[in-house]
């Protein structure tokens, strides 16, 4: 016999501040310093301040009077009103991005939740299982199982609870274990980088993960600077000449001077469809404006001698066209630059497919003393780019799904083919330096007095080598953040003077001109300006604990005796699977060697879908089963005795879903 169970209405069902929520929401959209999205791209990733809300509403008692169920529960109509006012008042605030670590708000929240807890408890006292399930000094953890970007765990950890994330996605596992796991594991430890600041106990001591972000900064810092003395040579200067600047009167005052790379813009090609010109590559370019800044327009010339062509660089207003590059309309239609011949889609198809794409250097940005300048291509700098001899590259395939890998129809197939050989070696440098980093950092953890038991994260360790691997795994989600700005993915920006990042939408569309960034310029793709955003978002993680997992969820146990909170992946909307395997294949190589059994089993599409194949029939069908379906099994899942179970839906692109009935 199933004994009932006496739980009031939670606030979350009969009325919310909305307005304060959605305003905190949206202006949370602006905010990076510090904020957990800076750690590592995540696709549809929910506001703080949403799941915040969502999180005390769930699991607070509305003031209503209830009855009914074997137990009344409540104040009256006006009582009850001036309370919920004033939980209102409650959540306004705690929704706010300030909040996010102001104890004293927090704390509030907090103990409306234990208050509410404590009531249920009181409830259910005469319960057979009270002692087990009721216990007032004992809240229960609270686990998402589908955690993505960790955001409601995260918030779950502030509100004081202990938090469980699970996934079948290996990034997303990684992602949260950087979010919500690590941090509690070495909180208030100093850190252990001899030239790393001294502070006394007591007031101005590490806080928090503070001394945990002070490491990765300090060994971040090292990893650039060794790289860059191992491959600096890839990344020449620029030196401004006199004849350079003879026709450019905005570089005479710099000529002489060695200015820093921060791009080399380059443009796809394929041998030209015209048979007089069949021997030269022509470039496909979707544009010719360098920057359409007012008062430092720049834009690329073709300068074509018979069956030979060149780039140059003007500033000023550029001529009508400019910006169409060798376009002729929508997708691949490109013209030649020789003979203005007509390039099909099907033809640059083909010579992808045959291995005959190839790329030419169109013009490098270069930063001078009071902002960038556009200078024109160098064969010395395209030469020195084309020497770099990749160590390994990914041979991963992409995903049959040419509606979102674009590049699939360009005869870039594989994951390793989305990167430049200079690229390859950065990336390939920075993963072995992690190993080398997280080396360093167990050696010093060491002489620091931590434990040298041996004992690494993925068995539960606390000591000098599982302090070693969390360095390391922020130093590894470093080199994520890099390869988005590092891909031959990335299109140049004119009207902001940088290079886009790799997923600038959910998906990899195909990009004809890239920019290709200097790793070690102190700007957008720099590993040093990647190591300062995370940890700013380190230092702002919480310190309940949390523990993460790799697991499915309509397959895991997790959530047994445990309140429930989730926003479940939209089945046909954004393959998170696939797009997450670009960041996939270099984690894995960084980390593999001490995650391998709790994280790196297969790449991210291997382990389990959580999308249908764009290609498969039936799709809208099967969307409306796999989101019943699991809402079926969640219904019957072993989480806390006490309702809600609490799962965030947006339905609003799939039409055939209706409600179910009673």
Not at 213 to 219: F, G, I, K, L, S
Not at 650 to 662: A, E, V, Y
């Given at each position: 016999?199933?004994?009932?169970?006496?739980?009031?209405?939670?606030?979350?069902?009969?009325?919310?501040?909305?307005?304060?929520?959605?305003?905190?929401?949206?202006?949370?959209?602006?905010?990076?310093?510090?904020?957990?999205?800076?750690?590592?791209?995540?696709?549809?990733?929910?506001?703080?301040?949403?799941?915040?809300?969502?999180?005390?509403?769930?699991?607070?008692?509305?003031?209503?009077?209830?009855?009914?169920?074997?137990?009344?529960?409540?104040?009256?109509?006006?009582?009850?009103?001036?309370?919920?006012?004033?939980?209102?008042?409650?959540?306004?605030?705690?929704?706010?991005?300030?909040?996010?670590?102001?104890?004293?708000?927090?704390?509030?929240?907090?103990?409306?939740?234990?208050?509410?807890?404590?009531?249920?408890?009181?409830?259910?006292?005469?319960?057979?299982?009270?002692?087990?399930?009721?216990?007032?000094?004992?809240?229960?953890?609270?686990?998402?199982?589908?955690?993505?970007?960790?955001?409601?765990?995260?918030?779950?950890?502030?509100?004081?609870?202990?938090?469980?994330?699970?996934?079948?996605?290996?990034?997303?596992?990684?992602?949260?274990?950087?979010?919500?796991?690590?941090?509690?594991?070495?909180?208030?430890?100093?850190?252990?980088?001899?030239?790393?600041?001294?502070?006394?106990?007591?007031?101005?001591?590490?806080?928090?993960?503070?001394?945990?972000?002070?490491?990765?900064?300090?060994?971040?810092?090292?990893?650039?600077?060794?790289?860059?003395?191992?491959?600096?040579?890839?990344?020449?200067?620029?030196?401004?000449?006199?004849?350079?600047?003879?026709?450019?009167?905005?570089?005479?005052?710099?000529?002489?001077?060695?200015?820093?790379?921060?791009?080399?813009?380059?443009?796809?090609?394929?041998?030209?469809?015209?048979?007089?010109?069949?021997?030269?590559?022509?470039?496909?370019?979707?544009?010719?404006?360098?920057?359409?800044?007012?008062?430092?327009?720049?834009?690329?010339?073709?300068?074509?001698?018979?069956?030979?062509?060149?780039?140059?660089?003007?500033?000023?207003?550029?001529?009508?066209?400019?910006?169409?590059?060798?376009?002729?309309?929508?997708?691949?239609?490109?013209?030649?630059?020789?003979?203005?011949?007509?390039?099909?889609?099907?033809?640059?198809?083909?010579?992808?497919?045959?291995?005959?794409?190839?790329?030419?250097?169109?013009?490098?940005?270069?930063?001078?003393?009071?902002?960038?300048?556009?200078?024109?291509?160098?064969?010395?700098?395209?030469?020195?780019?084309?020497?770099?001899?990749?160590?390994?590259?990914?041979?991963?395939?992409?995903?049959?799904?040419?509606?979102?890998?674009?590049?699939?129809?360009?005869?870039?197939?594989?994951?390793?083919?989305?990167?430049?050989?200079?690229?390859?070696?950065?990336?390939?440098?920075?993963?072995?330096?992690?190993?080398?980093?997280?080396?360093?950092?167990?050696?010093?953890?060491?002489?620091?007095?931590?434990?040298?038991?041996?004992?690494?994260?993925?068995?539960?360790?606390?000591?000098?080598?599982?302090?070693?691997?969390?360095?390391?795994?922020?130093?590894?989600?470093?080199?994520?953040?890099?390869?988005?700005y590092n891909s031959s993915l990335c299109a140049w920006s004119p009207t902001r003077d940088q290079a886009k990042t790799t997923f600038g939408r959910q998906a990899l569309p195909m990009v004809w001109d890239f920019a290709e960034v200097n790793t070690f310029a102190h700007a957008a793709g720099d590993i040093g300006v990647s190591i300062e955003g995370i940890t700013r978002s380190l230092k702002a993680a919480a310190t309940a604990p949390g523990r993460v997992f790799q697991a499915g969820a309509q397959s895991q146990n997790i959530s047994a005796g445990k309140f429930v909170s989730t926003d479940p992946p939209y089945y046909d909307n954004i393959g998170y699977a696939d797009l997450s395997d670009f960041f996939y294949v270099w984690l894995r190589r960084s980390l593999k060697e001490f995650f391998s059994r709790s994280v790196f089993n297969a790449s991210c599409a291997q382990g389990g879908r959580t999308r249908g194949d764009p290609l498969s029939p039936r799709r809208k069908g099967r969307i409306r089963a796999f989101l019943f379906g699991w809402h079926d099994e969640g219904d019957d899942c072993a989480c806390a005795p006490m309702p809600p179970f609490?799962?965030?839906?947006?339905?609003?692109?799939?039409?055939?879903?209706?409600?179910?009935?009673?």
């Open positions: 016999m199933t004994y009932p169970i006496k739980s009031p209405k939670k606030l979350i069902e009969v009325a919310l501040p909305l307005d304060a929520i959605n305003v905190a929401a949206a202006r949370e959209k602006s905010i990076r310093h510090g904020h957990p999205s800076t750690l590592h791209l995540w696709w549809a990733r929910r506001p703080l301040a949403a799941a915040r809300a969502v999180i005390f509403a769930q699991l607070v008692n509305d003031p209503g009077f209830q009855q009914g169920g074997g137990f009344k529960y409540g104040k009256n109509k006006k009582e009850a009103a001036a309370e919920r006012k004033r939980l209102f008042g409650i959540l306004e605030e705690l929704v706010k991005w300030e909040s996010t670590t102001n104890e004293e708000v927090l704390e509030a929240a907090r103990v409306e939740i234990r208050r509410s807890w404590r009531e249920v408890c009181e409830l259910n006292k005469d319960h057979p299982q009270a002692a087990e399930l009721f216990d007032p000094e004992k809240m229960p953890g609270l686990h998402d199982p589908f955690a993505g970007g960790g955001t409601i765990p995260l918030e779950a950890q502030r509100l004081g609870l202990e938090a469980f994330a699970s996934d079948l996605n290996p990034v997303a596992v990684l992602i949260n274990k950087a979010m919500i796991e690590i941090p509690p594991k070495f909180a208030g430890r100093p850190p252990v980088h001899p030239r790393a600041e001294k502070r006394a106990a007591g007031i101005g001591a590490w806080k928090g993960a503070e001394g945990l972000a002070e490491d990765v900064r300090r060994y971040g810092a090292w990893m650039r600077e060794e790289a860059e003395k191992r491959i600096g040579h890839l990344y020449p200067k620029i030196e401004v000449t006199a004849d350079m600047a003879e026709t450019r009167p905005d570089l005479r005052p710099l000529v002489g001077q060695k200015l820093t790379v921060i791009a080399w813009l380059w443009a796809r090609t394929v041998k030209s469809p015209n048979p007089a010109f069949s021997h030269v590559d022509v470039p496909l370019v979707s544009t010719f404006v360098l920057s359409s800044k007012e008062g430092k327009q720049s834009y690329v010339v073709p300068v074509v001698e018979g069956d030979q062509y060149g780039f140059d660089v003007r500033t000023g207003m550029p001529p009508d066209g400019t910006d169409e590059g060798t376009k002729l309309g929508r997708g691949a239609n490109f013209r030649c630059v020789l003979s203005n011949a007509a390039i099909e889609p099907t033809y640059i198809k083909a010579e992808g497919f045959a291995g005959r794409m190839g790329t030419r250097l169109m013009a490098i940005v270069a930063e001078g003393p009071k902002g960038r300048f556009y200078l024109p291509p160098f064969a010395d700098h395209e030469a020195v780019a084309k020497s770099a001899e990749p160590a390994w590259k990914s041979d991963l395939n992409l995903p049959n799904d040419p509606r979102n890998f674009w590049t699939l129809n360009y005869g870039l197939t594989k994951y390793g083919d989305l990167f430049t050989p200079r690229q390859l070696v950065a990336l390939t440098m920075f993963s072995d330096l992690v190993t080398e980093a997280r080396e360093l950092v167990r050696q010093e953890a060491v002489t620091a007095a931590l434990s040298a038991d041996g004992i690494g994260l993925d068995n539960g360790g606390t000591g000098a080598t599982a302090y070693g691997e969390a360095v390391g795994v922020y130093l590894a989600v470093t080199i994520d953040k890099v390869a988005d609490s799962a965030c839906y947006d339905l609003l692109r799939i039409q055939t879903i209706r409600d179910r009935g009673p």
